[in-house]
């Protein structure tokens, strides 16, 4: 997340996630409304990367929504999800 000093990575524990967006607990509260730039690993090592905007804060709960998914990055969140494949 981009902050005022600069760069601030924030860990968290993923629980929810979706073709629309990423629940999870943080280490710090991020504002509602903030993109933040994620990483997520998959369930055989892939890394799923990009960006999102913060739609839900609630302490350290927050719900992300994407911006901008490629359909491999659908494929992949549909994976995580079911082991199906999300279709566009």
């Known amino acids: 997340m981009l902050r005022e000093g600069g760069y601030e990575e924030i860990r968290g524990r993923c629980g929810d996630i979706g073709e629309g967006g990423i629940g999870a607990v943080l280490g710090a509260e991020v504002p509602k409304g903030e993109v933040v730039a994620y990483e997520v690993e998959g369930p055989k090592g892939e890394l799923l990367s990009g960006r999102c905007i913060t739609r839900y804060r609630k ?3 927050h719900g992300f929504e994407f911006l901008g998914l490629t359909l491999e990055q659908r494929s992949l969140v549909g994976s ?9």
């Open 59 to 61: 302490g350290l709960l």
């Open 80 to 88: 995580m999800c079911l082991g199906h494949a999300i279709l566009p």
